[in-house]
């Protein structure tokens, strides 16, 4: 989504749906905001259903865009797709990185576990990195020889631990 142009922000809601669940099916959603940061917002249950990249890097005058995912997370098979979130700002000087706030993963909507997450919000020069919020469990779980991996990569961001 955004492949040939990006996205100015982007929001899907699950909610008031039959199964209350957005399937992202792979690839890459990228945006780059004009007027405000390209953010991304995904409510409902999520089911990855191939490794996915959400990127709100900013490319240009805007700070990075922020990442929200209200809902659980989750794969629909076993060979462990990954999620990838960049909400750094690389290419514009002293700018923001995006904020990153997660829910749930688990296993219970889409039947398998996500393998690997991996986040980086980096800040560009003088900017400040986005700040992590687990809001919640992160259970992932190894696809073969490939091992479960969560990493974030930050310059000086806060993690907060908001879920129990």
Known sequence: MGDSA?????????LGTPSGTVYLNGGTIWTNGTAAAGDVSLTGNVVLHQTTTIDTSSTGAQNAGAVTQVGTVSADAVTGWDLVINSSATAASAKNGGAVSLQVFNA??????????????????????????????????????????????????????AGN
Do not use: Y
């Open 108 to 161: 219970v909507t889409g039947g398998f576990f996500v393998n690997d997450v991996t986040i980086t919000t980096l800040g560009d020069g003088a900017g400040t990195a986005g700040t992590l919020t687990l809001n919640g469990a992160i259970a992932l779980d190894n696809s073969g020889a490939d091992p479960a991996d969560f990493t974030f990569t930050s310059a000086n961001a806060n993690v907060i631990l």
């Open 6 to 14: 990006r996205l100015t922000s982007l929001t899907v809601s699950a």
